[in-house]
């Protein structure tokens, strides 16, 4: 996506238009018309006054994908109530199916007791909550599927470990 279709895509999702924009900034709508057909540019203190008309980071407003704009919505507002009556197993389940077999096979009592120490040592070194540790466990997971390649995928996990924090061991 270009930036004028960022433009484009974030104005639209606030339900504004193109006279509403260039209003607020003081600026012609040909002007607001030629920043989302990619033909000028705004100036950053211009970006920075968009970004907070459409309600996002100016980072955001940089990359907007509208689909991506809408998850962080939902999510933002599905109170923890609501969170906890969600069997997020089931929902994953429908992309991955092997989260409803696996516990058929899998020896669980031969992971949980490592995935607890684990996180205690996460709790332990950073002072973190049980659920801070809990999620900082499962982004390290993340980032591991992310850096690894499809080959490295197959041959045995790999994690890059050259980044190591103040807490950092040597094994």
């Known amino acids: ?18 006279e509403a924009v260039a209003e607020k900034l003081g600026v012609s709508r040909q002007t ?8 000028t540019l705004p100036d950053i203190n ?3 006054k968009l970004a907070a008309i459409y309600k996002v980071s100016l980072d955001d407003l940089i990359e907007f994908d509208p689909d ?4 962080k919505e939902v999510i933002a507002k599905t ?9 997020w197993t089931t929902v994953w389940a429908e992309k991955y199916p092997v989260l409803t077999t696996y516990q058929e096979v899998v020896h669980l009592d031969d992971y949980v007791p490592l ?28 980032q591991i599927w992310k850096n690894s390649n ?12 050259s ?5 950092s061991r040597t094994p």
Request: hydrophobic share 30%; net charge positive; aromatic share 10%.
């Open 1 to 18: 996506m270009t930036l004028g279709t960022n433009f484009f895509n974030a104005r639209k999702k606030q339900g504004l238009s193109q």
């Open 32 to 39: 607001i018309s030629k920043w989302e057909l990619d033909e």
């Open 46 to 48: 211009q970006s920075k």
């Open 68 to 71: 991506l704009n809408d998850i």
């Open 79 to 87: 109170s923890e109530e609501k969170q906890q009556k969600i069997d």
């Open 115 to 142: 995935i607890n120490d684990l996180l205690k040592q996460l709790k332990k070194d950073y002072g973190y909550t049980d659920q801070d540790a809990f999620l900082v466990f499962k982004d390290i997971l993340a």
């Open 150 to 161: 499809p080959s490295t995928r197959e041959n045995g996990w790999l994690f890059n470990t």
């Open 163 to 167: 980044r190591r924090g103040p807490h």
